[in-house]
């Protein structure tokens, strides 16, 4: 994810970063996934404020199978906003997974 993060920015806009590895960094994820830091005021995120910081992790092809279906999701503003004001873990959750 750090070189990826030298190379290229991995904010969408929206308020959303997707930090993920390299393509030659595939064979030393052992499962993969997802993890969602939720930021509700924002960070700095280079030159852009962020509220969502999704990493991915994802072996074989599941890297751009989970980037493109969250790129999809996400990029719905409503959606976006409804997440960022989840009050809390379990509501944001159920948001998220819908």
Known sequence: ????EKSDITYIGNGIAIPHGMNEAKKYVKKSGI????????????????YLIIGIAGGDNDHLEILQDLAVK??????????????NMDKFLEIFNQ
């Not at 994810?1 to 990826?4: R, T, V």
């Not at 996400?74 to 009050?87: C, F, I, N, R, W």
């Open 35 to 50: 993890s969602v830091i939720h930021y509700p005021n924002g960070i700095q995120y280079d030159e852009n404020k962020a």
């Open 74 to 87: 996400l990029s719905d503003e409503d959606y976006v906003d409804t997440l960022v004001k989840a009050s």
């Open 1 to 4: 994810m750090l070189e990826k």
